[in-house]
């Protein structure tokens, strides 16, 4: 690791590892237990081999959060048995969806946890690490990043845009939605406007702890292959840079990332010094070959090569300040593929952290 580089952490370099076992954001089971795997594949140790003084007490646990939010709903009036509106029998009684936006309160209440985590650890000048999980965490994570350094901009490594809002979304999963929650963009709003217009108080209203805090000139995405028609519309309607796997193929990894620093440095508040980055990189950002146990693969992806580069080169700016790792799945595939999954995720960690080839 060399040490001129990570200019915006304190000394000794201290990574903070942000274990999320959480699946709310989506339905496919498993996703929760990708960072157990992560963990227990040695990534605290293969860290402090590259030099890091590592933190890591144990994954967060949302027992509590889900605890909470059942023992609060019990205690409001519920509909009359039998009636239309009666949701007593199910098991989200207590977080029905709105429209059809799947866990809306678990999500938020968990996405506001892992902001506070992520700040508090970024404020001490450690570079937090978040193991997802599902990419609805990136809500929290931002969020927290951009506590700590206001400045900050993203790069967002996806197959996906993720970008939906509650009026576009057409699965309800919230992990295909966290950057417009964190743009404030004007879909959800309306849908959570309408939602306390004509719902009883009783239950709570989710994200409304989350501000519009990225601009549209704050992130670039690299890698985008499968991305919905409303998601299009909102790129190109606000102006944001995206770099599909058509420009990877036209302009070749290099060339890509390179554009993707150059434009956020355009936009920097702070010209006199490097823009701190937060990377929020999703393993089905590569290919399947590469990276096979993830709930949403989609051929034609990066490389493996391609993906240690994106990680490799923004260590090389000494302006990482937040890593996000998201959406191995150990239960969508064989052991072999699970196993070929956590090793790609866990180099992906180490070639963001200073692992170099020489």
């Known amino acids: 690791m060399t040490s001129e580089l990570a200019q915006f952490l304190k000394s000794p370099k201290t990574v903070s590892i ?3 076992p959480f699946s709310g954001g989506q339905p496919k089971i498993g996703v929760d237990e990708g960072p157990i795997h992560l963990v227990e594949a040695g990534l605290v140790n293969q860290l402090q081999e590259l030099g890091w003084n590592v933190k890591f007490d144990g994954h967060h646990q949302f027992e509590d959060i889900k605890y909470t939010l059942s023992s609060s709903s019990a205690t409001a009036s519920s509909p009359a048995a039998g009636t239309d509106n009666d949701t007593s029998t199910t098991s989200n009684h207590w977080d029905p969806p709105i429209g059809i936006l799947k866990n809306p309160r678990l999500v938020s209440r968990v996405c506001e946890e892992v902001a506070k985590v992520v700040s ?6 450690e570079l937090p690490v978040t193991l997802g999980g599902d990419h609805s965490l990136a809500m929290g994570t931002i969020s927290g990043t951009l506590d700590a350094h206001p400045s900050a901009g993203v790069i967002w490594v ?3 845009a993720d970008i939906n809002t509650a009026a576009t979304t057409e699965s309800g999963n919230i992990h295909g939605m966290p950057v417009s929650f964190l743009m404030g963009l004007d879909g959800n709003h309306q849908a959570f406007s309408d939602y306390n217009k004509s719902n009883s108080p009783s239950l709570e209203t989710p994200f409304a ?3 519009p805090v990225l601009k549209p000139s704050s992130i670039v995405y690299i890698g985008l292959r499968d991305v919905d028609s409303g998601e299009k519309k909102i790129l190109k309607d606000n102006g944001i840079k995206a770099f599909s796997m058509h420009d990877v193929d036209r302009y070749g990894i290099g060339k890509v990332v390179e554009m993707a620093l150059d ?3 355009a936009d920097n508040t702070n010209p006199d010094e490097v823009r701190p980055i937060h990377l ?5 950002a590569l290919d399947p070959s590469v990276a096979p146990s993830t709930g949403t693969p989609v051929r034609g992806g990066l490389t493996f090569r391609e993906g240690h580069y994106i990680c490799e080169r923004i260590w090389e700016t000494g302006a990482l300040v937040g890593l996000d790792l998201m959406e191995v799945n150990p239960s969508l595939e064989d052991d072999v593929s699970v196993k070929q999954t956590v090793a790609v995720g866990c180099s992906l960690v180490r070639a963001a952290l200073g692992e170099t080839l020489l």
């Open 120 to 125: 508090g650890h970024a404020k001490k000048g």
């Open 158 to 160: 996806d197959a996906h």
């Open 209 to 211: 702890w989350i501000k």
């Open 263 to 265: 434009y956020l440095n």
């Open 18 to 20: 942000v274990g999320c």
């Open 280 to 284: 929020s990189f999703d393993v089905d």
